[in-house]
């Protein structure tokens, strides 16, 4: 490409043409342009394969990016009550939104691991952890109601006659955002509502309520603080059952009252409201193309999903797939950033060199393609043994395990690396008329939602003291993908556990180490070659690092960007 450079004294129609500015970064094929994910899918059928080709041609278009920019820029409005003062609760987006979610439905990504398709059999998790990485680096706020919709049928199946009522609509391709009843409709979304004003996190603190009402269901009254994608056709909510009036004073039980989860649809059969009163939406820092809500429950009727007082333990069939949606949308973000900085880096001349030729921003480049190669392999690691948990003990241990410690370290790696490809395009990655500044601002959302960096970490400490056979068997699958540095690796992280069990404040530090040590794995048996060795070398085995661009000059930082992100 010709730049043109600037003369000594430029005159007024020179200054108007820029010089010296990167292309903009649109028109590429964002899963072509990825040999890492190119090389974790040449397995799978060749027509699944074209369809992951012309998924990633879509994202990287200049068509998805300004759907992208739109949706976030023109946000939704909450709109109460109508001109007479009547209620009618209504969340208006732009059409751009409608877009990205027609898109998506398109492509499965609200039921696609449920699906009868012959050919992702085996593979589905996999194959649909891909398409959220594709999909993540345009927009990620409407890949929240596809993740609760997909969600959703694992809390479902504790009720198999709710389920078989509203799996069909789930499972539909063809996107329906009409007001209507949801048996009405072609395609339905589902949401779900925990956390309320008191309790966040703990959410046996809740104090939202259901009476039975006969025949007809429950009625719930209540709140929930942060309720997302308030258009979606029904939710699944937790609260408690209120005990009926002659058991009102008995005898307190020594435990406490567990939530139950209830099936709140949106629009009733008749046509009308079902007691939803939205009072706003959340004015989020990032992930502005989705509604979050605030709503309280008048009277809602809602269906009882699973046995009373088990509803927490219903809700987390839906949160663990969640949560993986989390690691997936982190890593697509990454994986967006580190592109968009390669690219610029390309084109700009400083110093009379290509930024990319230049050793420090190369070294940095580099540093940063091993975290998001690294995040990619591991989101599809996990995705694998989602595919395979039901029929292999050890996968289901690796799923149960490395969840929590993945989540922890893909979403918490996210926005510093997406920090620092900004910097790599300076003040033009930190406007907004650019990708990265929407990109940096949706990061930190996917290490808060579905549980934040201490819940996961808790989460990890709890099977390394209820159940330490579980991480025993994934400590032995690391091993044996790990090769020739396995067992001072392994052995490091035991003690370091050991360590842990002694000392719980410092179980961040295991956590992080277990998944490093799993991406590490995750990069060895997908035969990145010098990828995973530099990887194990720099993050499980090299001195602290704080920020990127601490290789060494044994490795070599040029090859590593190239195997990451080629040159076109």
């Avoid at 925990?194 to 603190?205: P, S, V």
């Avoid at 709140?264 to 706003?280: A, C, T, W």
């Avoid at 799993?518 to 070398?537: I, M, N, P, Q």
Wanted: aromatic share 6%; proline share 4%; charged share 20%.
């Amino acid at each position: 490409m010709n730049i043109k450079q600037p003369n000594a004294i430029a005159d007024t129609a020179d200054c108007e043409e820029p010089f010296n500015q990167s292309p903009a970064f649109l028109g590429h094929n964002a899963f072509t342009s990825d040999p890492l994910l190119v090389r974790l899918t040449s397995h799978l059928p060749q027509t699944v394969v074209q369809s992951l080709q012309e998924l990633g041609q879509w994202a990287g278009s200049l068509a998805a990016n300004d759907l992208a920019r739109l949706a976030n820029t023109q946000v939704p409005e909450l709109k109460t009550h109508d001109a007479k003062g009547y209620r009618q609760d209504i969340v208006e987006y732009h059409p751009a939104w409608h877009s990205l979610m027609q898109k998506g439905v398109e492509n499965g990504l609200h039921c696609s691991i449920w699906d009868e398709d012959r050919d992702e059999k085996g593979a589905r998790n996999l194959v649909r952890a891909v398409r959220y990485i594709l999909v993540a680096g345009t927009d990620c706020g409407h890949l929240c109601p596809m993740t609760m919709t997909n969600a959703s049928v694992g809390a479902l199946k504790s009720a198999p006659d709710i389920l078989a009522q509203w799996l069909p609509h789930i499972l539909s391709r063809e996107y329906d955002a009409s007001q209507r009843p949801p048996a009405q409709k072609a395609n339905v979304q589902i949401g779900m509502g925990m956390t309320e004003k008191q309790g966040g996190t703990d959410l046996r603190a809740n104090i939202s309520s259901a009476t039975e009402a006969g025949n007809q269901g429950w009625r719930i009254s209540g709140h929930k603080w942060f309720m997302s994608a308030p258009m979606c056709d029904a939710f699944l909510i937790l609260a408690h059952i209120s005990k009926p009036e002659q058991e009102a004073g008995a005898k307190q039980s020594a435990s406490p009252p567990q939530p139950s989860c209830f099936l709140v649809p949106r629009i009733l059969e008749d046509g009308s409201r079902n007691g939803l009163h939205f009072q706003r939406l959340k004015d989020k820092l990032g992930n502005r193309s989705n509604a979050s809500s605030e709503v309280e429950f008048n009277n809602s009727l809602g269906y009882l999903i699973g046995e009373p007082g088990r509803g927490l333990r219903v809700i987390l069939e839906m949160v663990t797939l969640t949560r993986l949606d989390c690691i997936s949308a982190s890593a697509g973000l990454m994986r967006a950033a580190l592109a968009e900085a390669v690219h610029h880096c390309r084109y700009r001349k400083t110093f009379g060199a290509n930024l990319i030729d230049q050793p420090i921003m190369t070294s940095v480049l580099a540093d940063m393609a091993l975290d998001v190669a690294g995040a990619t392999a591991l989101s599809l690691r996990l995705a694998r043994s989602f595919d395979r948990a039901s029929s292999d003990k050890a996968e289901a241990a690796y799923a149960r395990v490395m969840t929590p410690a993945i989540k922890y370290w893909v979403c918490k790696t996210a926005p510093a690396l997406i920090a620092e490809a900004m910097e790599c395009l300076g003040g033009n990655g930190y406007v907004e008329e650019g990708n990265l500044a929407r990109h940096y601002r949706e990061a930190p959302v996917n290490s808060i939602w579905e549980g934040s960096g201490n819940v996961m970490c808790l989460d990890v400490l709890r099977v390394m003291k209820q159940n330490p056979a579980l991480l025993d068997i994934v400590l032995e699958m690391l091993a044996r993908d790990l090769g020739e540095s396995a067992d001072r690796t392994i052995g490091e992280l035991k003690e370091l556990g050991r360590n842990t069990l002694e000392n719980e404040g410092a179980t961040r530090i295991f956590t992080e180490q277990l998944a490093l040590v799993g991406a590490a794995a995750a990069l060895h048996a997908s035969d990145s070659g010098e990828l995973a060795g530099v990887f194990a070398g720099t993050r499980l085995q090299g001195g602290w690092r704080a920020t990127y661009g601490m290789l060494g000059a044994e490795h070599d930082a040029r090859a590593i960007i190239e195997q990451v992100c080629p040159a076109e």
